[in-house]
Nanobody, 116 residues
Framework: QVQLVESGGGLVQPGGSLRLSCAVS????????MGWYRQAPGKERELVASITGGGSTNYADSVKSRFTISRDNAKNTVYLQMNSLKPEDTAVYYC??????????WGQGTQVTVSS
């Protein structure tokens, strides 16, 4: 059973930073494409960033140059460093693990609120 546990969300002022972590219990962690998604109230869930086992990354245009996704394959953990946060970044952030021919696994989500 693959489990994903997010941490690091919270309340931050505009312009501030947060670092999200996602610990994954999966012996095949390195085979997963890991992603961070977010869902704001009344909106659909959207991809924020993703990273392959080899370290190739992809970002939504709205977060490029502000957010950085990384992974530590030795610790089965993926991170999302979020800088220069804006009120429109407010959402529940979800960690996702996707493995070819297997499917998707999701964390429970962590709330990020950007407000003064």
């Amino acid at each position: 059973q693959v489990q994903l546990v997010e941490s690091g969300g919270g309340l931050v002022q505009p312009g501030g930073s947060l670092r999200l972590s996602c610990a994954v219990s999966d012996r095949f962690f390195t085979y997963n494409v890991m992603g961070w998604y977010r869902q704001a109230p009344g909106k659909e869930r959207e991809l924020v960033a993703s990273i392959t086992g080899g370290g190739s990354t992809n970002y939504a245009d709205s977060v490029k140059s502000r957010f950085t996704i990384s992974r530590d394959n030795a610790k089965n953990t993926v991170y999302l460093q979020m800088n220069s946060l804006k009120p429109e970044d407010t959402a529940v952030y979800y960690c996702n693990a996707r493995r070819q021919f297997v499917g998707d696994y999701w964390g429970q989500g962590t709330q990020v609120t950007v407000s003064s």
